[in-house]
């Protein structure tokens, strides 16, 4: 299998940490993929020109994340980062989709913040910015269910945050949110995110 990437894709970093925390790694390559570059072939794999995708050893594209980390879940015989059934695989849904928010609300604020002066939307910026907090406010609202054994929504939620602490550095987000910050800084030693950290000066 290849696997489509870009190094500073947060949502790929979320494929990468799913695969080292259910031991699937080894299975796939990575293809260096950059979506913004004219001549990328890349929407011959995803159509809707995104990373990551995860091309199967049939020629079979699966994108997007939540989808391509399922399917490595679904490839072995350890812990499973995705619940069978219960309560317990819908609160692990619903982290996914909320650091999954958190991530689209903090790129879709970053691209609109560098577009020309006079064509950027304050209002558009204002409105992703106060998604991200919403979002970090509920992530420390649900400490509890963000602990334990490993789940796809701690996977997503840490690598969320550490989306937040590489493209919005100047804004402290821990300050108020300490409960959140220690969880966080408990993540950052694991060897799925340090093995994952995107390239400096990116």
């Known amino acids: 299998m290849q696997l489509c990437y870009s190094a500073t894709s947060p949502y790929v970093r979320k494929v ?40 199967l050893d049939s020629g079979v594209a699966l994108f997007d994340s939540p989808v391509i980390c399922e399917y490595l879940d679904s490839l072995h015989s350890g812990h499973r980062i995705f619940p069978d059934t219960g309560i317990q695989r819908f609160m692990a849904l619903r982290l996914q989709a909320l650091g999954d928010g958190i991530m689209d609300a903090a790129i879709l604020r970053r691209l609109e913040s560098a577009r020309p ?20 406010d509920d992530l420390q609202n649900n400490l ?52 994952t950290q995107p390239p400096d000066g990116a």
């Open 144 to 195: 509890d269910s963000l602990g334990g054994e490993p789940h796809i929504g701690s996977v997503t939620a840490a690598c969320a945050l550490a989306y937040l602490d590489f493209r919005y550095a100047d804004e402290p987000w821990r300050s108020d949110r300490e409960a959140l910050s220690e969880w966080h800084q408990e993540w950052l030693q694991r060897p799925s995110m340090v093995a």
């Open 117 to 136: 002066a006079a064509m950027r939307s304050q209002d558009w910026i204002s409105r992703q910015r106060l998604a991200m907090q919403r979002g970090l």
């Open 16 to 55: 990468l940490m799913t695969a080292l925390e259910t031991g699937t790694r080894a299975l796939f390559d990575t293809i260096p993929t950059s979506p913004w570059e004219a001549s990328t072939d890349l929407a011959e794999t995803n159509p809707l020109c995104k990373v990551p995708a995860l091309i």
